[in-house]
């Protein structure tokens, strides 16, 4: 990174448009589509943040294992109340939640530094391999697509005006090859909604470099937004 702008957006308010977004989606799915299609148009746009955000930790934290154990532990909070939302059921073994595929980015991240600094680069690129088939096999939302968007991520963070090139490229390929699957009418045009989530790339190259503000309570507030926000539309969803 080149160093602390002072325009821009900040880690927080990167991290609060991501949980906006986030919310907006989840409302939509709460509400089964009543308030309007842009709602969900707009969530593409949270995870895309998220894993730029999660790379930004990730060269920060002073624990990459603590790091990664936490986001299994809020996966493992979260996974009721996700279930609930997302199969209308308390318990739904076949899908986890979106923390597990971050603490599996996590995961292939400290492999791929591994390999890049030449440290036994063939047993750490197998430990990549395995973070992208344990996406899949534990059905991770976003599954290996998402592991794959985190370390895109990953690799461009040091490459200047050339990376933004290749996350663009590289969210467009994601994003319709791996998980623009589907296709919608709206307002009598077909679209694939999740390649909205490239509208995520101008609010991260506007990222200043500058911190979250709060310190640790607005991080610790940050991670029990996604449990919370789920049990209370989960409820929300069965009243309505």
């Not at 739904?92 to 591994?114: D, E, I, R, S, Y």
């Not at 430990?127 to 088939?133: D, W």
Request: charged share 15%; glycine share 12%.
């Amino acid at each position: 990174m080149t160093g602390i702008r002072e325009k821009g957006l900040s880690a927080t308010a990167l991290k609060g448009l991501a949980m906006v977004f986030m919310l907006l989606d989840h409302s939509f799915i709460a509400l089964s589509g009543r308030p309007g299609y842009w709602m969900h148009i707009l969530g593409r746009l949270a995870f895309p943040i998220y894993c730029f955000l999660l790379v930004e930790g990730f060269f920060h934290t002073h624990s990459r294992k603590a790091y990664a154990l936490r986001l299994v532990l809020f996966g493992i909070i979260s996974e009721l109340p996700f279930d609930l939302l997302a199969a209308g059921r308390w318990v739904c073994p076949g899908h986890q939640n979106v923390m597990f595929t971050l603490a599996l980015g996590v995961g292939a991240m400290t492999f791929a530094q591994k390999a890049r600094e030449k440290k036994y680069p063939g047993e750490n690129l197998a430990g990549v391999f395995a973070c992208l088939a344990g996406a899949v096999l534990l059905n991770v939302d976003y599954g290996h697509a998402g592991v794959l968007t985190i370390l895109l991520f990953w690799a461009t963070r040091e490459m200047g005006q050339k990376g933004k090139l290749f996350q663009l490229a590289g969210l467009v390929f994601i994003n319709y090859a791996l998980l623009g699957g589907y296709r919608v009418m709206a307002g009598g045009v077909l679209i694939r909604p999740q390649l909205a989530a490239v509208l995520a790339l101008p609010l991260i190259w506007l990222y200043n470099e500058r911190p979250c503000k709060g310190g640790k309570a607005f991080r610790i507030a940050a991670y029990w937004f996604y449990p919370v926000h789920l049990l209370v539309l989960g409820l929300l969803a069965r009243a309505v």
